[in-house]
């Protein structure tokens, strides 16, 4: 495999990364949070791995003075939103969210000046600023329940997934006026190539992320959120599966279900488009880093952090 070393991060490195971490995270009373779609490094020198929702959690209830936070930008916001006086630290800034991206602040502001009488729900994979422009946050795991809970006469806009929005109005009933973003992972999962599993390995049940495409999720027995995804592998009593979602999930599934085969979802094309660009860019040797030099540090405007601060709250409310 070839091995771009002027892509790696200068400074001198110690031999043993993992001890090197741990001593830091001593000294600094740190915590490490890592998503699922993490390296499998990183995975497992964390303190806690989950989901945004268990992340959004984690982050609120730490009680340590540092969060590493392994994942993208939005994720490190959301920690630093809701921990104004801790330092966050984020092992790569570029390590951004093309779904996020897809919503622009004035843009979304626009969108929601021509529909003033709807509430806003906006998925957790957005900006601080549209946070800040929102009434409730949800995840992957709680859009249905927070949508569930809202008044029948209330007018709704969700943002920024599409696909999400598409799957909640399926599983609620519920009309909302959707922004169009997507996550370039989740849209490269070809149905066709599922189907072709599927009829090479036909004990396997093909199991999908929410932000996955219509085409995709009708050939899944089960849709969920990454924590949701991962629980069910474990629970049932199916032996192998087709994972349409970022395989960096298959770390822990694999760890949590030794004998159980996992398949990633291939892309339409023939590259490892089903990985996530931007989670990628955090290291090991990124993250040690980091925290060593306390930086990249996340911060924002305590006007955009207090308004961001109080959709968070009330799905934190409304997740219970």
């Known amino acids: 495999m070839f091995t771009n070393t002027l892509a790696r991060p200068q400074g001198t490195l110690p031999l043993d990364l993992f001890a090197a971490i741990e001593e830091l995270k001593t000294e ?15 995975q497992d020198i964390a303190d806690f791995i989950g989901d945004s929702l268990q992340l959004a959690k984690a982050a609120a209830q730490t009680n340590a003075d540092v969060i590493v936070f392994a994942g993208v930008h939005f994720m ?40 003033p009488n709807h509430l806003v729900i906006s998925y957790i994979n957005c900006s601080a ?8 946050i949800c995840t992957s795991s709680n859009a249905v329940k927070i949508v569930q809970q809202i008044p029948e006469e209330s007018e709704i806009i969700f943002a920024p997934d599409r696909n ?10 519920r009309e909302m006026l959707l922004w169009q973003g997507s996550c370039i992972v989740h849209e490269t999962f070809s149905e066709k190539k599922i189907v072709q599993l599927k009829t090479i390995h036909p004990e396997a049940e093909a199991i999908a992320h929410p932000e996955c495409e219509t085409s995709v999720l009708r050939h899944a027995s089960f849709i969920g959120s990454t ?17 349409a979602t970022e395989p960096g999930i298959i770390h822990q599934m694999q760890k949590l279900a030794p004998e159980k085969h996992f398949i990633p979802a291939p892309p339409q094309n023939n590259c490892n488009c089903n990985e996530c660009p931007f989670m990628r860019l955090n290291t090991l040797e990124k993250l040690y880093l980091a925290m060593k030099n306390r930086t990249p540090e996340i911060t924002m405007s305590e006007e955009i952090r207090l308004a961001a601060l109080r959709p968070m709250q009330r799905m934190l409310e409304m997740s219970i």
Do not use: W
């Not at 600023?129 to 409730?136: L, P, T, W, Y």
């Not at 999400?164 to 009933?173: A, F």
């Not at 924590?227 to 994972?243: D, G, K, M, P």
């Open 28 to 42: 600094l009373n740190a915590v490490i949070l890592a998503h699922y779609y993490q390296d499998p490094d990183i």
């Open 227 to 243: 924590a949701a995804l991962l629980n069910y592998c474990q629970n049932s009593h199916t032996q192998e599966f087709i994972v």
């Open 76 to 115: 490190a916001e959301t920690a630093k939103i809701l921990n104004p006086n801790k330092l966050v630290l984020l092992p790569d800034l570029n390590a951004g969210c093309s779904l996020a991206d897809s919503c622009l602040p004035q843009e979304f502001a626009e969108f929601k000046d021509a529909h």
């Open 129 to 136: 600023e549209i946070k800040a422009m929102s009434d409730i």
């Open 164 to 173: 999400l929005g598409r799957y909640v109005i399926e599983q609620t009933g």
